[in-house]
Protein backbone atom coordinates (compact mmCIF):
# COMPACT_ATOMS: atom_id res chain seq x y z
CA UNK A 1 0.00 0.00 0.00
CA UNK A 2 1.45 3.27 -0.92
CA UNK A 3 1.83 6.31 1.27
CA UNK A 4 -0.52 8.56 -0.84
CA UNK A 5 -3.23 5.91 -0.73
CA UNK A 6 -3.30 5.73 3.30
CA UNK A 7 -3.89 9.83 3.54
CA UNK A 8 -7.18 10.80 2.67
CA UNK A 9 -7.78 13.73 -0.21
CA UNK A 10 -8.41 16.99 0.83
CA UNK A 11 -9.62 18.18 -2.63
CA UNK A 12 -13.21 19.04 -2.50
CA UNK A 13 -12.52 19.83 1.05
CA UNK A 14 -12.91 23.40 2.91
CA UNK A 15 -11.16 24.64 6.26
CA UNK A 16 -14.51 24.39 7.84
CA UNK A 17 -15.28 20.94 6.33
CA UNK A 18 -12.36 19.80 8.45
CA UNK A 19 -14.83 19.90 11.74
CA UNK A 20 -17.44 17.68 12.25
CA UNK A 21 -20.53 18.04 10.15
CA UNK A 22 -23.96 19.28 11.73
CA UNK A 23 -26.35 22.36 11.14
CA UNK A 24 -25.25 23.84 14.25
CA UNK A 25 -21.61 23.72 12.98
CA UNK A 26 -22.74 25.45 9.93
CA UNK A 27 -24.87 27.74 11.95
CA UNK A 28 -22.22 29.01 14.47
CA UNK A 29 -19.48 29.00 11.15
CA UNK A 30 -21.81 31.50 9.55
CA UNK A 31 -22.30 33.81 12.32
CA UNK A 32 -18.63 33.44 13.65
CA UNK A 33 -17.84 34.58 10.02
CA UNK A 34 -20.28 37.69 10.57
CA UNK A 35 -19.26 38.73 13.59
CA UNK A 36 -15.35 37.97 12.56
CA UNK A 37 -16.15 40.26 9.63
CA UNK A 38 -17.78 42.92 11.71
CA UNK A 39 -14.83 42.98 13.98
CA UNK A 40 -12.34 43.58 11.49
CA UNK A 41 -13.87 46.59 10.00
CA UNK A 42 -13.60 48.07 13.37
CA UNK A 43 -10.00 47.93 12.31
CA UNK A 44 -10.39 51.43 10.30
CA UNK A 45 -7.97 54.01 9.34
CA UNK A 46 -9.37 57.35 7.28
CA UNK A 47 -7.67 57.58 3.64
CA UNK A 48 -7.26 61.12 2.99
CA UNK A 49 -9.20 62.33 0.19
CA UNK A 50 -11.58 59.52 0.24
CA UNK A 51 -14.55 58.46 1.90
CA UNK A 52 -13.75 55.02 2.13
CA UNK A 53 -11.36 53.86 5.07
CA UNK A 54 -8.86 51.40 5.05
CA UNK A 55 -10.04 48.49 7.46
CA UNK A 56 -9.35 44.64 8.29
CA UNK A 57 -13.08 43.82 6.27
CA UNK A 58 -11.88 43.23 3.40
CA UNK A 59 -9.34 40.67 4.71
CA UNK A 60 -11.75 38.99 7.12
CA UNK A 61 -14.12 38.31 4.23
CA UNK A 62 -11.59 36.89 1.96
CA UNK A 63 -10.46 34.66 4.97
CA UNK A 64 -14.22 33.89 5.68
CA UNK A 65 -15.12 32.72 2.24
CA UNK A 66 -12.15 30.67 1.71
CA UNK A 67 -12.50 29.14 4.99
CA UNK A 68 -16.40 28.23 4.65
CA UNK A 69 -16.51 27.69 0.98
CA UNK A 70 -18.57 29.00 -1.29
CA UNK A 71 -22.10 28.61 0.47
CA UNK A 72 -21.19 29.65 4.03
CA UNK A 73 -18.97 32.02 3.05
CA UNK A 74 -21.67 34.01 1.18
CA UNK A 75 -24.36 33.52 3.89
CA UNK A 76 -22.16 34.61 6.71
CA UNK A 77 -21.57 37.72 4.91
CA UNK A 78 -24.95 37.97 3.46
CA UNK A 79 -25.89 37.85 7.36
CA UNK A 80 -22.64 40.72 8.01
CA UNK A 81 -24.25 42.74 5.01
CA UNK A 82 -28.07 42.43 6.20
CA UNK A 83 -27.49 42.84 10.26
CA UNK A 84 -25.51 45.88 9.48
CA UNK A 85 -27.88 47.39 6.95
CA UNK A 86 -30.62 47.08 9.48
CA UNK A 87 -28.41 48.70 12.42
CA UNK A 88 -25.92 47.13 13.74
CA UNK A 89 -22.68 49.62 13.87
CA UNK A 90 -20.29 47.06 12.57
CA UNK A 91 -19.34 48.63 8.81
CA UNK A 92 -15.69 50.14 8.73
CA UNK A 93 -15.69 52.67 11.74
CA UNK A 94 -18.73 51.65 13.47
CA UNK A 95 -21.08 53.19 10.75
CA UNK A 96 -24.40 51.21 9.93
CA UNK A 97 -27.38 51.17 7.83
CA UNK A 98 -27.25 52.12 3.55
CA UNK A 99 -26.59 55.61 2.74
CA UNK A 100 -22.62 54.96 3.07
CA UNK A 101 -21.02 55.46 -0.03
CA UNK A 102 -18.88 52.17 0.60
CA UNK A 103 -21.69 49.85 1.22
CA UNK A 104 -20.95 49.36 -2.24
CA UNK A 105 -17.45 46.88 -1.15
CA UNK A 106 -20.01 45.24 1.43
CA UNK A 107 -22.12 44.00 -1.55
CA UNK A 108 -18.86 43.43 -3.55
CA UNK A 109 -17.63 40.89 -0.20
CA UNK A 110 -20.59 38.83 -0.74
CA UNK A 111 -19.27 37.81 -4.38
CA UNK A 112 -16.22 37.56 -3.41
CA UNK A 113 -16.63 35.40 -0.26
CA UNK A 114 -18.40 32.97 -2.81
CA UNK A 115 -15.93 33.44 -5.42
CA UNK A 116 -12.82 32.51 -3.20
CA UNK A 117 -14.82 29.78 -1.26
CA UNK A 118 -15.44 28.13 -4.67
CA UNK A 119 -11.59 27.81 -5.98
CA UNK A 120 -10.77 27.22 -2.25
CA UNK A 121 -12.89 24.09 -2.33
CA UNK A 122 -10.59 23.16 -5.58
CA UNK A 123 -7.26 23.75 -3.97
CA UNK A 124 -6.32 27.11 -4.53
CA UNK A 125 -5.91 27.60 -0.74
CA UNK A 126 -3.27 24.66 -0.69
CA UNK A 127 -0.16 26.75 -1.75
CA UNK A 128 0.82 30.30 -0.97
CA UNK A 129 0.99 31.36 -5.01
CA UNK A 130 -2.43 30.26 -5.77
CA UNK A 131 -3.34 31.49 -2.32
CA UNK A 132 -2.22 34.60 -3.46
CA UNK A 133 -4.04 34.42 -6.93
CA UNK A 134 -7.07 33.47 -4.97
CA UNK A 135 -7.16 36.66 -2.74
CA UNK A 136 -6.53 39.15 -5.44
CA UNK A 137 -9.34 37.83 -7.26
CA UNK A 138 -11.37 38.54 -4.45
CA UNK A 139 -10.44 41.84 -4.21
CA UNK A 140 -10.85 42.37 -7.80
CA UNK A 141 -14.64 41.41 -7.03
CA UNK A 142 -14.94 43.88 -4.21
CA UNK A 143 -13.33 46.67 -6.42
CA UNK A 144 -15.71 45.82 -9.13
CA UNK A 145 -18.57 46.04 -7.44
CA UNK A 146 -17.49 48.97 -4.33
CA UNK A 147 -15.86 51.43 -7.09
CA UNK A 148 -19.02 52.27 -9.05
CA UNK A 149 -21.15 52.27 -6.27
CA UNK A 150 -18.85 54.30 -4.75
CA UNK A 151 -19.23 56.77 -8.15
CA UNK A 152 -22.82 56.44 -7.75
CA UNK A 153 -23.56 57.06 -4.60
CA UNK A 154 -21.20 60.61 -4.40
CA UNK A 155 -21.76 61.62 -7.88
CA UNK A 156 -17.90 61.40 -8.34
CA UNK A 157 -16.60 60.30 -11.86
CA UNK A 158 -14.98 57.01 -13.07
CA UNK A 159 -12.13 58.59 -12.82
CA UNK A 160 -12.47 60.54 -9.28
CA UNK A 161 -13.57 56.77 -7.93
CA UNK A 162 -10.94 54.68 -8.97
CA UNK A 163 -8.89 57.67 -7.67
CA UNK A 164 -10.65 57.74 -4.33
CA UNK A 165 -11.68 54.16 -3.88
CA UNK A 166 -9.49 52.17 -5.16
CA UNK A 167 -5.77 53.51 -5.81
CA UNK A 168 -4.81 54.08 -2.24
CA UNK A 169 -5.44 50.39 -1.00
CA UNK A 170 -3.60 48.89 -3.88
CA UNK A 171 -0.63 48.61 -1.39
CA UNK A 172 -2.74 47.33 1.69
CA UNK A 173 -4.68 44.71 -0.34
CA UNK A 174 -1.15 43.32 -1.78
CA UNK A 175 -0.06 42.90 1.85
CA UNK A 176 -3.45 41.24 2.85
CA UNK A 177 -2.78 38.50 -0.30
CA UNK A 178 0.83 38.02 1.37
CA UNK A 179 -0.64 37.40 4.50
CA UNK A 180 -2.78 34.99 3.36
CA UNK A 181 -0.06 33.47 1.03
CA UNK A 182 1.13 32.13 4.78
CA UNK A 183 -1.74 31.62 7.13
CA UNK A 184 -4.22 29.58 4.65
CA UNK A 185 -1.68 27.01 3.49
CA UNK A 186 -0.03 26.71 6.73
CA UNK A 187 -3.62 25.99 8.33
CA UNK A 188 -3.71 22.98 5.70
CA UNK A 189 -0.43 21.80 6.95
CA UNK A 190 -1.61 21.78 10.13
CA UNK A 191 -4.86 19.76 9.52
CA UNK A 192 -2.55 17.13 7.54
CA UNK A 193 -0.60 16.54 10.53
CA UNK A 194 -3.05 15.44 13.00
Known sequence: MSTAAAIPSRTG?????????????DIALVAGGAALTGLAA???VP????PVPVTGQTFAALLVGTSLGAGRGFLSLAL????????VPWFAGGASGTA???????????????AVGALARRGADRSP???????VLGEA?????GVPYLALATG???????????????????????????????????AGRR
Request: proline share 6%; aromatic share 8%; glycine share 10%.
Open 129 to 135: WRTAGTM
Open 47 to 50: VPGS
Open 156 to 190: MSATAAIAAGLTPFLIGDALKAALAMGLLPAAWKL
Open 42 to 44: QIS
Open 141 to 145: IIYAV
Open 13 to 25: QVLADLLPASRVR
Open 80 to 87: YALVGMAG
Open 100 to 114: APSLGYVFGMLLAAA
